[in-house]
C-alpha cells in the first residue's frame, strides 16, 4: 500500500507561483511513477503532469507546459509540482497519484493511488 498526501495548496494572484508537495509511504518511491492531476468546479479530472525516475521520463497536459515542473526528492519520498505564471483556469484542486508501472501515464485510471488533494485558487 501507498499513502499520498498533498500539501502547498493555496490563494495566489493571476501570475503568481506556487508549490505543491505529495510525500509518500509504503513503498520506495522509485518503484512507482507518479502524477499529478486536478479537478476545477463542474469539471472531469484531468491529467496535468507525470514523471517516472526509472525512466528518467515526464509529461505535461499542453495547458500547463512551459509554466509547470514537476519533480521529485527520492530521499524524502516527496514529489513536487512547481506551477508559475498561474492562471485563474488553473483553480482546481490538486490530487498525487501513483501507480505501480514505471512508465508515464495520462489517464485516472492508469493509477492505483491517490491523496485527498489540495486547493489551489488563483484570483484575476
Known amino acids: 500500500q501507498v499513502q499520498l498526501v498533498e500539501s502547498g495548496g493555496g490563494l495566489v494572484q493571476a501570475g503568481g507561483s506556487l508549490r505543491l508537495s505529495c510525500a509518500a509511504s509504503g513503498r520506495t518511491f522509485s518503484s512507482y511513477a507518479m502524477g499529478w492531476f486536478r479537478q476545477a468546479p463542474g469539471k472531469e479530472r484531468e491529467f496535468v503532469a507525470a514523471?517516472?525516475?526509472?525512466?528518467?521520463?515526464?509529461g505535461y497536459a499542453d495547458s500547463v507546459k512551459g509554466r509547470f515542473t514537476i519533480s521529485g526528492d527520492n530521499a524524502k519520498n516527496t514529489a513536487y509540482l512547481q506551477m508559475n505564471s498561474l492562471k485563474p483556469e488553473d483553480t482546481a484542486v490538486y490530487y498525487c497519484?501513483?501507480?505501480?508501472?514505471?512508465?508515464?501515464?495520462?489517464?485516472?485510471?492508469?493509477?492505483?493511488?491517490w491523496g485527498q488533494g489540495t486547493q489551489v485558487t488563483v484570483s484575476s
Open positions: 497519484a501513483a501507480r505501480r508501472w514505471l512508465d508515464v501515464a495520462t489517464m485516472e485510471w492508469e493509477y492505483d493511488y
Open positions: 514523471i517516472s525516475w526509472s525512466r528518467g521520463s515526464t
